[in-house]
């Protein structure tokens, strides 16, 4: 089905790109040392770089998403507190309990229809101070949102939540595994996407494309204590400024191509819309696109378990297209750098011939 000439278009996530010759160059040439020492001076630059960009006073480089996301967590909250966050958030969902396990925390869900939650709903699911109640540690949101089609959280709305925890004076960390996609999408200049959280996490390895590694940015403090967590945790590295290298190349080539990404998915998403049994519920905002597979698209043979979405897959992988089921019905597609040409083209006629 693929060769040379027609590679496969593999839209399961962002995070399956290939790193670029640039990125490749920088990773023979970086100059490293142990880093657990700080001795890392590929590693301290990206730190550096991070922090600039977000604007916040220091940063500190992690293997992952997942990491700096639950070192976070573990800076912030004593065991037994809760953390309030939107149901389907990464934190909650795909973090494997962490949150629970490594820290003795409990999750407080926000259920919400898209995905986005108000001032008012975090203001409700913040713990009022009484005794026979957990106290709330931490508020977390998701900017942009992963499951819910890569949903970008407007900036008002995100202010509206800061006041809130500000005034009930509990932590507000931000989820930014895709904060370049989120203020790619608003048109603003990413520190202000950052502006206001007491920590944020972004992801170097997703839509910026390096092979691996997350930053997690706050305070001095925050990040003395973070690298004390970080080492707990297993995640402290040594001659990693090899693979941070790539990381800087990352944020120098790839935060300014990466709208081409969002229309890429809205190309995807029009096109989508117009097979019948392919439904869009979220047109997308950024570079991820969920779709709904109902009974409409299987013409002639309905699969009897009823797990549309596997089948869809299944018959996308035949026709070189790797796509992900989220559930039943729910199909994820994530546009990146790494796409062939005519990806969106040969992604259709899949969609169309498989039916
Ligand atoms: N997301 C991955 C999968 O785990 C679903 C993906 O392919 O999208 N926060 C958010 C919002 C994420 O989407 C992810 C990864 C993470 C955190 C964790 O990052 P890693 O995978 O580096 O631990």
Redesign the pocket.
């Known amino acids: 089905m693929t060769n040379d000439k027609h590679p496969i278009v593999d839209l399961?996530?962002?995070?399956v790109t290939k790193p670029t010759p640039r990125m490749r160059r920088a990773m023979a040439e970086a100059e490293v040392g142990d880093d657990v020492y700080g001795e890392d001076p590929t590693i301290r630059r990206l730190e550096e770089t991070a922090a600039e960009m977000l604007k916040m006073e220091a940063a500190i480089y992690l293997p992952?998403?997942?990491?700096?996301?639950q070192v976070a967590l573990h800076v912030h909250c004593r065991p037994g507190r809760e953390v309030v966050v939107e149901a389907r958030?990464?934190?909650m969902n795909?973090?494997m309990a962490a949150m629970a396990a490594l820290s003795g925390l409990l999750p407080n869900p926000v259920y919400t229809e898209g995905g986005i939650m108000t001032a008012e709903q975090v203001e409700a699911s913040c713990r009022p101070d009484i005794y026979y109640l957990a106290r709330t540690g931490l508020v977390a949101l998701?900017n942009?949102?992963?499951m819910v089609g890569g949903r970008v959280m407007q900036l008002d709305r995100v202010r509206e939540i800061q006041d809130v925890t500000r005034r009930a004076r509990i932590a507000l960390h931000l989820?930014g595994?895709?904060i370049f996609n989120a203020a790619a999408s608003l048109g603003v200049p990413v520190h202000e996407a950052a502006a206001g959280f007491d920590s944020v996490?972004f992801?170097l390895?997703?839509g910026l494309g390096a092979p691996v590694g997350?930053m997690l940015c706050a305070s001095k403090g925050f990040i003395v204590e973070a690298r004390r967590v970080r080492k707990m945790f297993g995640g402290g590295m040594r001659q990693a400024g090899i693979i941070a290298a790539a990381g800087l190349v990352a944020l120098e080539d790839h935060v300014d191509r990466i709208s081409e990404d969002h229309d890429t998915a809205r190309k995807l998403a029009d096109e989508l819309s117009e097979v019948p049994g392919v439904e869009v519920p979220f047109y997308p905002e950024s570079n991820i696109l969920m779709c709904r597979i109902t009974d409409q698209w299987f013409q002639k043979d309905l699969p009897e378990d009823g797990d549309a979405a596997s089948v869809f897959v299944d018959r996308l992988r035949e026709r070189g297209i790797l796509a992900?089921a989220i559930n039943s019905r729910q199909v994820r597609m994530?546009t990146h750098f790494d796409l062939p040409e005519n990806a969106v083209g040969r992604t259709i006629n899949a969609v169309t011939s498989g039916r």
Do not use: F, P
């Open positions: 399961r996530s962002d995070t992952s998403g997942t990491m700096g996301n958030s990464h934190i795909y973090e998701e942009t949102h992963n989820d595994a895709r996490m992801c390895s997703k997350s992900l994530v």
